[in-house]
């Protein structure tokens, strides 16, 4: 629905109001990229998972905190853009290894501590720029990062000049977070490690929601069947216990015609992930 309204906008727009149009296109642009991503969408939701925009369940928002069982989705997703990957905690985490694979962890050392020095109370802020300085951009630095020349030299003068801030690696992290960006990030993405993270997501999905248990699932809760886990945090999503439950109802249906489909179901055990 937005991309027919966007897209209807986009092609009555006037050359007058160019900036109106390409205002448009980007946002086109935009919901066509993140449509299959989106909660708010329609998209980007496990199968059988509410929409966290249209009830209260917190299940879609806690997959996209956790740093293990990372569901494909989210693995897609850094593709986008290192913005992207450095916002979802599990991508920080894997870029890292990959970085320290590839022997320039220092940059996202670097890049980090610049940003957790603008949220540190006032009182620490000089102490942790000398602890920046000495570790990553002095002439004795334990773990020296590749600056341009032109930076590191406009850095040296503003420490030896006590004209230093929060802000006083402003320029440096800026050219840090483009080096890594052209160079780290894009390896990154279209790396053999980046693409072993992705197929191993897919798989896992799959072992772990099978089709049939789904079905299954269905067909236990319009039954009247014990049905997905009763715990009010589940959101409605099936829990371990759940599956296991309907799968041996499955089993039981298909070694026995006058089976039911519940199997005794998971009732209020479940718990999910």
Not at 70 to 86: G, H, T
Request: aromatic share 10%; charged share 25%.
């Amino acid at each position: 629905m937005f991309l027919h309204i966007m897209s209807d906008l986009t092609a009555i727009t006037s050359p007058f109001h160019s900036q109106i149009s390409k205002s448009a296109e980007c946002f086109t642009a935009h919901c066509s990229q993140w449509l299959e991503f989106d909660a708010f969408l329609g998209g980007g939701l496990p199968e059988s998972c509410p929409n966290p925009w249209a009830t209260d369940s917190l299940e879609f928002w806690e997959s996209e905190r956790r740093t293990h069982d990372i569901p494909a989705r989210r693995v897609k997703r850094w593709a986008f853009d290192m913005q992207e990957l450095l916002r979802d905690p599990a991508g920080r985490i894997e870029f890292e290894r990959w970085l320290e694979k590839e022997f320039s962890r220092e940059n996202l050392s670097f890049w980090e501590a610049c940003q957790e020095l603008r949220r540190i109370p006032l009182s620490q802020v000089g102490a942790e720029l000398q602890r920046i300085y000495s570790n990553f951009l002095g002439p004795d630095a334990q773990e020296p990062v590749n600056l341009a020349g032109h930076v590191a030299e406009r850095v040296r003068r503003r420490m030896e000049g006590r004209l230093s801030d929060r802000f006083a690696f402003e320029e440096a992290e800026e050219n840090i977070y483009q080096l890594m960006r052209t160079d780290s990030y894009s390896r990154f993405v279209h790396s053999d490690y980046y693409r072993d993270l992705l197929a191993g997501c897919k798989k896992k999905s799959k072992k772990r929601f099978p089709s049939d248990v789904r079905k299954n699932l269905a067909a236990t809760a319009s039954s009247g069947g014990a049905g997905p886990s009763s715990d009010p945090n589940s959101g409605g999503c099936p829990g371990d216990s759940d599956i296991a439950a309907a799968a041996t109802g499955a089993v039981a249906t298909t070694s026995s015609s006058g089976g039911s489909c519940g199997g005794g179901g998971g009732g209020g055990g479940g718990s999910t992930n």
